[in-house]
């Protein structure tokens, strides 16, 4: 049974970092394209960051390009969302998401198969 489980959610002040930690059970890793999603609060889901099976490709949202680095270690079979300079809009829930292969459309929810439980993160002063 594949499953995904998110960690390292917490209260931070703005300027903070956090690391990200999403590992996967039930299936191989290096297979899968993992995507991190976020949801605020009266808010849709929004894609954040993908990181592709096939070559490692990287993908991430605008608004935190230069901040977010995304890296897996299926020897792991981990994927890592590391947040740096973090703000109050990065606030919400985050998401790991697995799609098999390479994505299609990276940003797309739908294109994920299985999905974890989410874990808080919270940035305020």
Request: hydrophobic residues 30%; aromatic residues 12%; glycine residues 8%.
């Amino acid at each position: 049974q594949a499953q995904l489980l998110e960690s390292g959610g917490d209260l931070v002040q703005p300027g903070s970092s956090l690391r990200l930690s999403c590992k996967v059970s039930g299936f191989t890793l290096e297979y899968w394209s993992i995507g991190w999603f976020r949801q605020a609060p009266g808010k849709e889901r929004e894609a954040v960051s993908c990181i592709s099976s096939t070559d490692d490709s990287t993908y991430y949202r605008d608004s935190v390009k230069g901040r977010f680095t995304i890296s897996r270690d299926n020897a792991k079979n981990t994927v890592y969302l590391q947040m740096n300079n973090l703000k109050p809009e990065d606030t919400a829930v985050y998401y790991c998401a697995a799609d098999l292969g390479p994505p299609a459309d990276w940003s797309q929810t739908d294109g994920y198969d299985y999905w974890g439980q989410g874990t808080q993160v919270t940035v305020s002063s």
